[in-house]
């Protein structure tokens, strides 16, 4: 037990890492494909529906806020992953590495999710028919994403005991 503990806490770094650039690049991918490329939603569309310049326009700052805070995620990973690239006591390995980016790809999905779908309802994946399947549909594949990025890290821990 002792040997799997101390590898898992030297992965450490690595994990945090790839959580964090999860986190953001999922962002980035929500903001480009759900708000820019099929306009399905924008950060306050439920709230601030695109019918007026001016709520076109709120709407427009809020996704750029939005992708602002991803871009903060995802340059803190780029110094996390840049540090435990100059430790030698950090084990590199992709599998951990995917697998955390898995885990933090999931993670956005799911408070992402909960808070802005279905907590405060400013907007939903695809409004209109079957909003609450989309919704529903977008927390199962976070859920997804976390378990599969955290088998990932039981697999590599495993094979290094």
Do not use: C
């Amino acid at each position: 037990m002792e040997a799997k503990s101390g590898y898992v806490h030297r992965r450490m770094p690595l994990i945090a890492a790839g959580i964090i650039l999860g986190l953001g690049l999922n962002g980035f991918f929500d903001g480009i494909l759900l708000h820019q490329i099929l306009q399905w939603h924008h950060m306050l569309s439920s709230t601030r529906p695109l019918t007026t310049t001016s709520n076109i326009d709120l709407n427009m700052v809020w996704d750029g806020l939005f992708h602002a805070f991803d871009w903060i995620l995802t340059v803190v990973g780029i110094v996390l992953l840049w540090r435990a690239g100059g430790r030698d006591d950090v084990p590199w390995s992709s599998k951990t590495f995917v697998g955390s980016l898995l885990i933090g790809a999931g993670l956005f999905n799911l408070v992402e999710g909960t808070i802005d779908h279905q907590i405060l309802g400013i907007h939903h994946v695809k409004p209109g028919p079957n909003q609450l399947a989309w919704d529903v549909g977008f927390l199962i594949l976070g859920a997804l994403l976390v378990v599969l990025g955290w088998l990932m890290l039981q697999t590599k821990v495993r094979n290094q005991e």
